[in-house]
């Protein structure tokens, strides 16, 4: 088969890791995750941001804007 688990909530800004497999930001309602997809289709997250721009009785939170890699790989 080649489904995907679905990373995240509406999922955009990809990214092709320097190790193979793919780097994906969210862009949805809630905390915001950047999640990693392996090349055995596995879906996990990688870094969550709690950036609250809102109030804590209506919070809103940030995105992240997207995935990059420096050329070492670092």
């Given amino acids: 088969t080649t489904a995907v688990q679905a990373p995240g ?12 497999g793919l780097m994906v930001c969210e862009d949805g309602d809630g905390a915001q995750y950047v999640h990693g997809i392996t090349r055995q289709r596995e879906v996990y997250p990688l870094a969550r941001n709690r950036q609250n ?22």
Wanted: charge should be negative; hydrophobic fraction near 25%; charged fraction near 25%.
């Fill in 9 to 20: 909530d509406s999922p955009d800004n990809i990214c092709l890791a320097p190790q193979g």
């Fill in 53 to 74: 721009t809102g109030t804590e009785d209506d919070p809103v939170w940030g995105e992240f804007a997207g995935v990059t890699f420096s050329p070492d790989t670092r």
